[in-house]
C-alpha cells in the first residue's frame, strides 16, 4: 500500500501549447524595433495571446514590427484579423509591419488573403 505523499508525480501530457510568442524589443538610430516569433498555430484559440503580447505597442510606438513566420504552422482568419489589426494600429501611429520568412503553408493564406500591400513579406529567399 502506498502511502499518499509517496506516490509519484501525475504524469502531464508532453505536447506543445498550441503558440508560443516570442517577444523582443530593440532600440534602434530612428526608433524602436520590435521582434515577435510565432511558433505554433494563430488561430481563433490563440490570437488573444499575440494581442495580449502586443499590447505594449500601444505605448511603446514603435517604427517597426517584424514577426517571424518561419514556425507557424497554421493561420487562420482570425489570426489574419489580428495581423491585419496590428498592422492598421502600427500604420495609425506612424510605424510599419512586416511579416517574415513564412512557411509554404502559410504563405500560401497569405497570397490567398491578399492583404494590405503596404504589410511587406520578407520570404525565406530574400
Request: charged share 25%; glycine share 8%.
Given at each position: 500500500?502506498?502511502?499518499?505523499?509517496?506516490?509519484?508525480?501525475?504524469?502531464?501530457?508532453a505536447c506543445a501549447p498550441p503558440l508560443h510568442v516570442d517577444l523582443?524589443?530593440?532600440?534602434?538610430?530612428?526608433g524602436l524595433r520590435v521582434?515577435?516569433?510565432?511558433?505554433?498555430e494563430l488561430d481563433l484559440a490563440t490570437v488573444d495571446l499575440?494581442?495580449?503580447a502586443l499590447a505594449c505597442l500601444r505605448d511603446e510606438r514603435p517604427e517597426l514590427v517584424?514577426?517571424?513566420l518561419s514556425a507557424l504552422r497554421f493561420v487562420d482568419a482570425h489570426g489574419l484579423r489580428v495581423v491585419d489589426s496590428i498592422h492598421r494600429e502600427l500604420c495609425g501611429a506612424g510605424g510599419r509591419l512586416v511579416l517574415a520568412m513564412p512557411s509554404p503553408r502559410v504563405a500560401r493564406?497569405?497570397?490567398v488573403a491578399e492583404l494590405d500591400p503596404q504589410i511587406s513579406v520578407w520570404s525565406r529567399g530574400g
Open positions: 500500500m502506498t502511502e499518499l505523499g509517496n506516490r509519484p508525480p501525475t504524469t502531464r501530457c523582443v524589443s530593440t532600440g534602434t538610430d530612428t521582434d515577435v516569433r510565432l511558433d505554433g499575440v494581442t495580449d517584424v514577426i517571424d493564406v497569405l497570397a
